[in-house]
T-cell receptor
Framework: AQSVTQLGSHVSVSEGALVLLRCNYS??????LFWYVQYPNQGLQLLLK??????LVKGINGFEAEFKKSETSFHLTKPSAHMSDAAEYFC?????????????FGAGTRLAVHP | GAGVSQSPRYKVAKRGQDVALRCDPI?????LFWYQQALGQGPEFLTY????????KSGLPSDRFFAERPEGSVSTLKIQRTQQEDSAVYLC?????????????FGPGTRLTVL
């Protein structure tokens, strides 16, 4: 069965520092992977997704993630954190159920950015 | 264009009451999903509709939970005889088609508190 593990429920960085949010997945088939961001009292917004092709995926707001099959990882990075990046981030894997997909989410990582 | 909307945004119910949560997906989207997000957790799949057909209800926690999408657009999630463990944010998402790589667009959620 597919699953997602996000290492670190809370990450704190200084403004301007590198952001690294970790995600490992378990999947018996080639996975489709997603990163979503959730701001307080809002729904989830797609940051980026990996389907096929290039393993380095660029998303919105300067985020990117690299699919590494050998490490079963899909870590999210941003070179320089901004105060507005403070939010909760969810990694998800798409489970194909024979005609439709559903997302299996990790528990989330809350990112704090301090001056 | 309009995104996914949900109403009410907040609902407080006394234990044993019935509640109904509404989701208005993006117009023309074939797929509609309901997820449950407990405090401090990632969203968990509840049920899936393809147009008006409910193809998967494997995530519904009990027979007190019921969902419908009678005309293939608006959906309602109903919870009968609410219990305290039902307290959570209920998220609705829609996607244009049924592909495993389709982006799911999320609404802001309904926060249900059962007293």
């Amino acid at each position: 069965a597919q699953s997602v593990t996000q290492l670190g429920s809370h990450v704190s960085v200084s403004e301007g520092a590198l952001v690294l949010l970790r995600c490992n997945y378990s999947s018996s088939v080639p996975p489709y992977l997603f990163w979503y961001v959730q701001y307080p009292n809002q729904g989830l917004q797609l940051l980026l997704k990996y389907t096929t092709g290039a393993t380095l995926v660029k998303g919105i707001n300067g985020f990117e993630a690299e699919f590494k099959k050998s490490e079963t990882s899909f870590h999210l990075t941003k070179p320089s954190a901004h105060m507005s990046d403070a939010a909760e981030y969810f990694c998800a894997v798409s489970v194909w159920s024979g005609g439709y997909n559903k997302l299996i989410f990790g528990a989330g990582t809350r990112l704090a950015v301090h001056p | 264009g309009a995104g996914v909307s949900q109403s009410p945004r907040y609902k407080v119910a006394k234990r044993g009451q019935d509640v109904a949560l509404r989701c208005d997906p993006i117009s023309g989207h074939v797929s509609l999903f309901w997820y449950q997000q407990a405090l401090g957790q990632g969203p968990e799949f509840l049920t899936y509709f393809q147009n008006e057909a409910q193809l998967d209800k494997s995530g519904l926690p009990s027979d007190r939970f019921f969902a419908e999408r009678p005309e293939g657009s608006v959906s309602t999630l109903k919870i009968q005889r609410t219990q305290q463990e039902d307290s959570a944010v209920y998220l609705c998402a829609s996607s244009l088609r049924t592909s495993a790589t389709d982006t799911q667009y999320f609404g802001p959620g309904t926060r249900l508190t059962v007293l």
